[in-house]
């Protein structure tokens, strides 16, 4: 039914309503005139201070003094986020890794696909080290208590697991909307490629088992011999400073997982030792020396050295050590970003930005074009692989996201090459493990490898197929309306449902499918008609082309906000109101539909 309107004030609606289906109706649709403003779009970072030209002698050597100290600050502030980052993942170790011990433990579990994924993705939130879970997977391989086919699964949910911490690091800026547009979209590409590939691999693994094939091979198909650890860089710079704090005793926790020593603290008590001619007896020894010698035949004693770190001789528990640790980590990595983001936000300024802006985000020029994202890609290996840690590389770009210096669409190759990065570094480390577990560790590694090479051929190689872009578009639109999603979005994907999928494992196969089945494919159902309700409404039965007939707190997350922000009545919680936009008037309802959208 045609419409004879012309130009008009109209709001511009909720971006969750699921009336979409409208669209086909004979209802009117606003759109965004030409000159409106893309939320997406880099923001203008201009210099607000005087140039440089202007300044006199005084002024410049002040600027320079300033920008030095900003510099050192910034410098400063990333280490003491690297290191509270690493001390953050002590903490979960210590207040989960038996835990995680215990869940690894469960043969009858571990069976189910479903149940390994969900279990890969729960251990990795709880220790916060996809290389700790990964080792655990290795030592039980290699210990004959997991199979590898079995071990597919629970590696595809670290890979998922992991993306936690970049979303964490996003909250830092949800002071500013559109920073925490740009900031928690990037974060959420992340997490959106992980889930995606895992929904295509995970029942294609299972069918044919396809990369355990591959790996095996591949290993089957070369000579490995033990060799030396890589150097961990990142490491080398961390650990004077997080070694006066804590060290933990990595062996513990592939040790609890296997059955040994589960009743033996992570916290290290003994660092090295040192060898001591035998001269008279060892009575002065004082309980000090537990791992004396006396049967060596050069009259000499092995004398274990206690650490001095901060918590070597505490009689507090391992619980209350993770407590003590958590909360503290917390503290400084939330100050620390939060430090970044202003001194960001103030240096990258002016033709400084633009230099970075423009260094990151070129493109090869036509017809190479399209050599850009895979150069990113490489980047973000290397970075990683340099780096030693896919957290602090994704943690270290989504900041940058927020003030607007890294795009949505070139973060995301750099996200794709930190995967493969951190599975390069598990495969050189996996080829210095013992010889009894040389080749499992290899096959485990090489199968986290061509998960994510196989994620990027899916999502990445063929341009129309990068959903998780525009995914992660929407994400950010909804959560800088709504900050309070982001918080359920954290709690629903790595808490509430791996949790409930995985008590419902426990039930066995028959109750996961008998409930999971049907759930999926309403999930399936919804997303098949919001899609037809934008592209294609005249396919669907009228009653369909629309969710109004539901109750409104079913199709718009209206209510749901009025409710959160009574509970916090405060300005970050609350939505912004809809701006006025004007709107255009067009005969052809389908015409409507294709602008809107």
């Not at 086919?149 to 909307?177: E, F, K, Y």
């Not at 603290?265 to 660092?271: A, P």
């Not at 009025?562 to 005969?587: D, F, G, M, N, Q």
Request: one cysteine or more; glycine letters at 8%; hydrophobic letters at 45%.
């Amino acid at each position: 039914m045609p419409h004879s309107c012309t130009s008009s004030q109209l709001p511009h609606p909720p971006l969750d309503e699921m009336g979409l289906g409208n669209a086909g109706t004979s209802s009117p649709a606003p759109i965004l005139e030409e000159g409106d403003k893309d939320p997406w779009a880099l923001p203008q970072l201009k210099d607000t201070g005087q140039s440089w030209k202007d300044l006199s002698v005084a002024g410049r050597v002040r600027k320079m003094v300033v920008g030095f100290l900003k510099a050192i600050g910034l410098l400063g502030n990333l280490y003491l986020f690297i290191c509270s980052l690493d001390i953050l993942s002590s903490a979960f170790q210590l207040l989960g890794s038996k835990v995680a011990g215990d869940i690894f433990k469960d043969n009858v579990v571990l069976s189910n696909p479903v149940a390994g994924l969900v279990i890969g993705v729960l251990v990795t939130v709880l220790v916060q080290s996809s290389s700790t879970s990964s080792s655990i997977v290795v030592s039980m391989v290699a210990s004959k208590l997991l199979t590898v086919r079995a071990s597919v699964p629970i590696i595809m949910g670290v890979n998922v697991g992991t993306s936690i911490t970049s979303t964490l690091v996003s909250m830092a800026q949800s002071g500013d909307r559109d920073e925490f547009r740009r900031a928690f979209g990037g974060s959420a590409v992340h997490g959106i490629f992980n889930w995606l590939t895992v929904l295509i691999l995970l029942p294609l693994e299972s069918a044919t088992a396809a990369l355990e094939k591959l790996s095996d091979l591949i290993v089957g198909a070369t000579s490995l011999e033990p060799g030396t650890h890589t150097p961990d860089i990142l490491k080398v710079l961390t650990q004077p400073l997080t070694h006066l704090i804590v060290q933990l005793d990595a062996d513990v926790i592939a040790d609890s997982a296997t059955g040994n020593r589960t009743n033996s603290s992570l916290i290290k008590r003994w660092c090295g030792t040192k060898e001591e001619p035998t001269t008279g007896n060892l009575s002065n020894c004082e309980g000090l020396c537990p791992g004396t010698n006396n049967s060596t035949s050069n009259n000499s004693t092995s004398q274990l050295l206690p650490c001095h770190h901060l918590f070597a001789h505490t009689s507090l528990t391992d619980l209350a050590v993770g407590l003590i640790l958590l909360a503290g980590s917390l503290l400084v990595l939330c100050s620390c970003l939060v430090l970044i983001v202003k001194l960001l936000n103030s240096v990258l300024r002016g033709s400084v930005a633009q230099a970075v802006r423009t260094i990151i985000n070129a493109d090869f020029p036509f017809p190479f074009g399209w050599l850009s994202g895979y150069l990113a890609i490489l980047v973000g290996a290397g970075l990683t692989f340099v780096l030693q840690s896919s957290s602090v590389f994704t943690a270290a770009i989504v900041p940058l996201m927020g003030v607007g210096v890294i795009s949505l669409e070139r973060a995301y190759p750099l996200f794709l090459g930190s995967n493969i990065g951190t599975t390069t570094t598990a495969v050189l480390a996996a080829l210095a493990s013992p010889s009894g577990m040389l080749l499992s560790a290899v096959q485990v590694a090489l199968i986290h490898f061509f998960f994510n090479l196989a994620g990027i051929l899916l999502w990445y190689v063929v341009p129309v197929l990068r959903l998780p872009i525009p995914l992660a578009k929407s994400f950010g639109n909804l959560t800088a309306r709504y900050r309070w999603v982001a918080i359920a979005y954290l709690l629903l994907t790595f808490l509430l449902l791996p949790l409930a999928a995985f008590g419902l494992s426990l039930a066995g196969s028959m109750v996961l499918a008998a409930v999971g089945g049907p759930l999926l494919g309403l999930l399936l159902l919804i997303i098949i008609v919001n899609v037809l309700q934008r592209r294609r409404p005249t396919w669907l039965p009228r009653c369909l082309r629309s969710w109004d007939w539901l109750p409104y707190w079913l199709h718009s997350l209206e209510p749901w906000d009025r409710l959160v922000t009574r509970c916090c009545p405060c300005k970050a919680c609350s939505s912004p109101k809809a701006p006025i936009k004007k709107a255009h008037c067009y005969e052809n309802p389908e015409v409507l539909a294709s602008q809107w959208f």
